[in-house]
């Protein structure tokens, strides 16, 4: 006789790596993508932000690793948005009015590259009507943020390729200020070494979380810079940037395949509807994987709330101090990203973690 097993169910985790902290890892030039990697490999569906996977010239697909940007992501740890599967997405490009032409050109022709060499679907691109005329600003903990000035000018560009181009993501190209100021330079300098924070990604996430927020569509950002001089001292995390014209070729591959996002009602019924669908909900998460120190962002506050196990890596060192037992936040915390696979991989095997330790506490009986 012949015993048939049903598949178990599928084990799906979020890797947070916030931006512009200063994460030891991944706070660089994509240098968190081989945690990504590492990850998808234990785990059936992994899901994550854009700089986790944007290297600029360099990039990594993977059929289950699921390109979520940070506004959208918080939507779905929140229970609001389901994640659905794509085959691929016509992405429009919005031009910062403030580029120059020579570098519009560069970014036209990787628009160009991407279609021929990869065979992305990319509709007519659009500028914006004004310049949006970004800023760059760093806070007293030394995270970067940001601000633009025309919003609204954004928004009618993303709008246009979407209701007359069909697009269904959109990648934003920005004119970001040059490191001309002595403190702007001195930042760049300490990125370049492998030290300090990315002074650009606090801005970045301000005109993703606009679009996402707006029209409910993927979208990811690629700073637009007059290219900097030939340096043999960067640092190997930094130096995925220092090999291009432009940051948009790891934009324009997420975005082909990204998710597309879908409002979820709140009826009792909704969750056996989406278990049944080619949505993925965020109860569908069993383990999210973040830096020790920065326990406080949205998502993670979410999920651990909803009971999904944290892991806590201590050795991604940031410029928070946000540990989650302050918060209450019950973690698993480890030491690297290769123990937090160990710690996936007994989870999905159903292996209590005491029986992994050399002592082993006895069992006590409870008084009623």
Partial sequence: MTQTMTNPRPYNAALLVPTGIGCAMGGYAGDALPIARLLAEAVDQLVTHP?????????WPMENVLYVEGYGLDQFAAGNW?????????????????IEPELRLRHLQVMDGARATLGLELTDYVMTDRPLG???????SGSSWGTIAQPDSLLRAAETLIKQAGARAIAVIARFPDEDSPVLSQALQNYRQGQGVDGLAGAEAVISHLVVRQFQIPCAHAPALIPLPLDPSVAPRSAAEEIGYTFLPCVLAGLSRAPQYRRLDASPQRH????DSNLL????IHAVITPASACGGSALLSWAEAGAHIIAVEENQTALNVPPEPLGIKVTRVASYLEAV?????????????????QIPSLRCINP
């Fill in 51 to 59: 700089n986790v996977l944007n290297g600029a010239q360099l990039y």
């Fill in 82 to 98: 389901a994640l659905e599967n794509v085959h691929r997405n016509a992405i429009g490009v919005v031009f910062d009015a403030g």
């Fill in 134 to 140: 970004v800023t760059l600003k760093t806070s007293g």
């Fill in 272 to 275: 056996a509807r989406q278990l």
């Fill in 281 to 284: 909900i965020a109860d569908q």
């Fill in 342 to 358: 160990g710690v996936i991989v007994g989870d999905r095997a159903g292996i209590s973690p005491l029986a992994l330790r050399p």
